[in-house]
């Protein structure tokens, strides 16, 4: 069976880091691409990044570019999300995802969330 | 980037009605299309892939339809355990792109 769990979520002040994990098992970690997906309180989902079997291949939405970067470790079946520079406007649940292929693939399955506030 | 559009936003319904959800996109996006059915505090769960094939375990009473640029979420008869929120994703390139979601209450 296949698990995502997401860890690392909490309150961090704006302009400040965090780094967020999702350790998966019960499928092939790395020929599946991986994905961040977010939804602020009450709103919907927005996918943030996302990163290829390989890791050669990324991508960021608009919202993220530049302030978050995506990796992964296939020898951990782990990826993780490096969050910087943060405002308000991330706070969210965070949620890792996988899909089968980078291109071409929708999101199969879901862990279930950490939650990040962002305040001062 | 290809921009999603769903509609309605909301629909207030009853036990036993016909559901229809629809996600338009801003360009041909060869059926690659999913949809997900979210129970509040959960994660999605996929009901729909490929625009028309039922993922395993769902009910029969879920149905995807829609080529091109047009899909459609059906529910034939809604049950109770159905309420929650619908939305569509589209995998046609990256980023991959969602829909605002439709929410369901019961009336």
């Known amino acids: 069976q296949v698990h995502l769990v997401e860890s690392g979520g909490g309150v961090v002040q704006p302009g400040r880091s965090l780094r967020l994990s999702c350790a998966t098992s019960g499928f092939t970690f790395n020929i599946y691409a991986l994905h961040w997906v977010r939804q602020a309180p009450g709103k919907g989902l927005e996918s943030m990044t996302g990163?290829?079997?390989?890791?050669?291949?990324?991508y960021y939405s608009d919202s993220v570019k530049g302030r978050f970067t995506i990796s992964r470790d296939n020898s951990k079946n782990t990826v993780f999300l490096q969050m910087d520079s943060l405002t308000n406007e991330d706070t969210a649940v965070y949620f890792c995802?996988?899909?089968?292929?980078?291109?071409?693939?929708?999101?199969?399955?879901w862990g279930q969330g950490t939650l990040v506030t962002v305040s001062s | 980037d290809i921009q999603m559009t769903q509609s309605p936003s909301s629909l207030s319904v009853s036990v036993g009605d016909r559901v229809i959800i629809t996600c338009r996109a801003s360009q041909d996006i060869n059926n690659y299309l999913n949809w997900y059915q979210q129970r509040p505090g959960k994660a999605p769960k996929l009901l729909i892939y490929d625009a028309s094939t039922l993922e395993t375990g769902v009910p029969s009473r879920f149905s995807g339809s829609g080529s091109g640029t047009d899909f459609t979420l059906t529910i034939s008869s809604l049950q109770p355990e159905d309420i929650g929120t619908y939305f569509c994703?589209?995998?046609?390139?990256?980023?991959?792109?969602f829909g605002q979601g439709t929410r369901l209450e019961i009336k």
């Open positions: 995802a996988t899909g089968r292929y980078f291109y071409g693939s929708g999101i199969d399955h």
């Open positions: 994703l589209e995998y046609d390139n990256v980023p991959i792109t």
């Open positions: 990163i290829s079997d390989d890791g050669s291949q990324t």
